[in-house]
């Protein structure tokens, strides 16, 4: 289970958090909605130990996480923003992530249709083939929760649907998916969806049509 409690954080006199708290179980899907800019990147970054909150905790299966403390094994993050290597392959990025030599064969790679494109460098690839790496690179070890930066930005229709049905199968098995979306059917997807406004989280309204 996910607890996050109390969540502040401010850049200078800009309060961007203040006193953001959720939870999410195994099986679950939140999806965080709201305007751009209004703190839903900087509360995954939090949520990922990347970024130090001024105040509140993260605390996953009873365990707070610390800021710098992510462990692969147990937090997957697909940051918005492109996080591989360009100048690596394709298999290099994912073998830095998993550890181990990425194969044609592994379950990562075939669930993403990266099969051909392993040799590959990054800077080659289209947009959207970089977002199927950065997907399989962040899921790679499988970990019971998945922190996903709008994931299907920059797919098309066929590999959002693929992408979309990957994350129903993976909270099938048990996973715990927090998603940042501006994409209606991920939100129909999700178990609950939660506007950031004011710095404060609500529960979102499906008439708030100017919440983005």
Request: charged share 25%; proline share 4%.
């Amino acid at each position: 289970m996910i607890e996050v409690s109390n969540i502040c954080k401010s850049f200078g006199k800009r309060v961007i958090l203040n006193g953001v708290s959720l939870t999410a179980s195994p099986g679950e899907q939140v999806a965080l909605v709201g305007r751009n800019g209004c703190g839903k990147s900087t509360l995954m970054q939090i949520m990922a130990g990347l970024l130090k909150a001024d105040s509140g905790t993260v605390t996953y299966f009873g365990k707070s996480l610390r800021p710098g403390s992510l462990l692969s094994h147990t937090v997957g993050y697909l940051p918005q923003e492109n996080p591989l290597i360009e100048e690596l392959s394709v298999a290099d990025n994912i073998s830095l992530w998993s550890g181990k030599k990425a194969r044609k064969d592994d379950p990562a790679v075939k669930m993403f249709f990266l099969e051909d494109m392993l040799k590959e460098p990054v800077y080659k690839l289209s947009g959207g083939m970089k977002r199927r790496v950065a997907i399989c690179c962040a899921c790679v070890h499988m970990p019971p929760v998945m922190l996903m930066d709008e994931p299907t930005a920059a797919l098309d229709l066929y590999y959002r649907a693929e992408v979309r049905k990957w994350m129903k199968d993976y909270r099938a098995m048990n996973g715990i998916i927090i998603t940042v979306t501006h994409d209606s059917d991920e939100m129909s997807d999700s178990s609950r969806c939660l506007l950031i406004e004011d710095g404060i989280i609500k529960l979102y309204e499906e008439d708030k049509n100017n919440a983005f």
